[in-house]
């Protein structure tokens, strides 16, 4: 689960991690406020969306079209005013807000839809002397928490592992004893840091690690971590995932999730506990099990369908789920075929079968629906759906169900 | 022999009272596998199904039943704690079905395992079957057939997949491990071709991998200079968009890293042969033998 900047900023300022003074607006109104309260005679103002290129992004809303165009193309200049604004007065902070508030941001990660904005974070201008990055996550290949730091802040970290992978320096966490105060002081002597700021990283890193385990994070990311002239060490922006694994013990994390930003098929989806992503081709897919999901994808592809969705109702689905994972595949009106593939092992296909029969009967079939059933049952499911008079087209193997899948699209 | 499960194999399971544990225990035993024994704690001293006993914890099971393995299907919160458990119980084979285990308890638990004399299969995973010998987990078993072909794969029902197109076409196998799709496990995929490689009884192994992370490759360096046997190679999501978890909590691709084309670019580096259909894995896995003089 991923979080907003000002549910992350909130994090970490209860765990003694340094941020900027800010207050999260749903409101022009509360966005002036909060920004009369900060005081001072500088303002930022952010757009609260999950999506990374805030700054570069444009409003739907306000921007031409080809300014988007251009958003979506990742070109470096693009004319107008964007998701993060600075404001030397009380005036552009409400204009600021109220550009933001209620209109859709389009930035090279939305993609051409963007993404509603219904809050903004208004802080107090930083005094920029460094950027820095910071991150904690978890190193599958050595099965441990990694803490890296780079000098090259405000860059994508990809991008500084491309280009200058010198500036990135890296600490292994034992988890038996946590991040040490000596790594944390030989990273911060790494990135060249003395005296004051060197101090303030170090206290930093420990901070970053324990906010990272209280809130059973999987990725931490600070970017920039600034030094300022005096030498304070501050988060200026940061981004975390929450482990999807670990939410039942994180109510109030969880209490924070903003449906508002995932595709609203993918939040019913998970309503009935089923996997599913939205993708951009005409057959629809229902299978059970990730990695035959995936696969299933893959060899409509490679007998040159597309697909439409990821879907895996999981390893012990009931006719219920299996119901509601076809209305879910059928609402989108790019679907024009649908591949129901199970393997059966826990799963039996004969319920399978029922809550296709079930679901077909209520809603009726616009699209031909190609079903390949095998393992547990399979004989009684076949046999299920071929006594129900539905026109439904049965499959012998996964190569047939994927051509009979990518025929159907083609009107054979 | 196959591997790491057989005739010799003395079962427990962790959590053998619940819905699943349960269900799985009666199947794995109607299969053939000497259940021994069972662990639910707090219900130490009664009896499953009237003659498997019961034990509270891991170490009394070990000490009245000799148990060498254990099949884990103890709730996500607690299951890090089972693997722990298990470990210091001197269990040989730990075997963790459970999905959706906090990364951060793993992290430690995988840590815990270090240096100790056992091996971790999953979690997230269907399992481990020797068919005709002994399964420990959820897969069908009916669809198995003895015989020399290992398969390897991170996923479950995309292993039952590649079994069913070789059992159809007669080629039994030696061992079948679901390594498991969450981003720590214990047994990776450099492990198992290691392990079938020095099985005299497998001739050949079907890799099964999937986005994310860079086990695959890691793995195919290890073949490359090592493995002495064919394999076949399959990757699941070629297809899928990078920064979306498909399923799997380890399947996505981040960070540039994980995607499918760099897989299969190890894959050809070492020598696999892949298939870039999943229904031509039994098929493929045919004419390697034939070509190989094996069959």
Redesign the interface.
Known sequence: MKLHEYQAKELLRRHGVPVPPGEAAHTVEDAVKAAEALGGNFWVVKAQVHAGGRGKGRFKEVAAAADLEAVLAGAAEVPGKGGVQLCRSIEGVREAAAMMLGNTLVTKQTGAAGVVVKTVLVTTGADIARELYAALLLDRQTSRILLMASTEGGTEIEEVAAVNPGAIHKVSIDPVTGLGDWQARQLAAKLGLTGKAFNGAVKMFLSLYQTYMATDSSMLEINPLVVSSDGDVVALDAKFMIDDNALFRQKEITSWYDAGEDDAAEVEAASYNLNFVKLDGTIGCLVNGAGLAMATMDIIKFYGGEPANFLDVGGGANKDQVKAALGIITKDPAVKAILVNIFGGIMRCDVIAAGIIAAVAETGLQVPLIARLEGTNAELGRKLLSESGLAIITATSLADAAEKSVAAVAGK | MAVLVDHNTRLITQGITGSSGAFHSRMCKAYGTNLVGGVTPGKGGTWFEGEVPIFNTVAEAVKYTAANATMIFVP??YAADAIMEAADAGIKLIVCITE?????????A??YLQGKDCRLIGPNC?GIITPGAAKIG???G??HLPGRIGVV?????????AV?QLTALGLGQSTCIGIG?D??IGTNHTEALRLFNDDPDTDAVIM?G??????EE?ACAWAKANMSKPIIG?I??????PG????????IIS??QGRAEDKYAAMSDAGVHIV?????MGRRMKEVLIEAGLL
Do not use: C, Q
């Open positions: 996500p919160p959706g285990i906090p990364a951060n308890d793993m992290v430690k995988w840590r269907p959820i897969m069908p009916h669809i794969s991170r996923s479950g029902t995309l292993t039952y997949e069913g799709g981003p720590i099964i999937e986005i994310g992370g860079s086990a890691a399959f699941a999501g070629a297809t899928a968009p979306r978890r498909m399923g799997h909590a380890g399947a960070g540039g870039r259909s999943p229904a031509e």
